[in-house]
């Protein structure tokens, strides 16, 4: 009988491989050691990852192009910021410059008046 070592570590190792009929994919060897009382080795199976993979890569692109699209995003959110930041000081200043004018003018009404 069989047995897996206790503690032994699983190999997971990805590999392009060729099936024989000739196409080409990516398998996923998972091996690990065994003993029996007669003999030790290593044992394991291959399986085919290649749509995963696919489907991994085709994510990572979706990712770094959904990151591209935020980048450009916050660009341009920082330079409309930056704008009204600008209009805002433009107001602000505005305003107060009104008020100054109101001030100016009740002054010069009540000179006016007290004359």
Known sequence: MKTLISGSP???????????????FIGELR???????????????IRDIT??????????????HLEEMVEERTK????????????NKLFVGREFRIKELRDEIE?????????
């Open 10 to 24: 699983t190999m997971n190792i990805e590999l392009k491989m060729k099936h024989k009929s000739g196409k080409n």
């Open 31 to 45: 091996a690990r050691k065994y003993k029996s009382d007669k003999e030790k080795g290593t044992i394991g199976a």
């Open 51 to 64: 749509i995963r993979k696919n489907t991994e890569e085709e994510l990572e692109k979706h990712r770094e």
């Open 76 to 87: 341009e959110l920082k330079e409309k910021n930056k704008e009204l930041e600008r209009y």
């Open 107 to 115: 002054e010069y009404k009540l000179r006016v008046k007290n004359k």
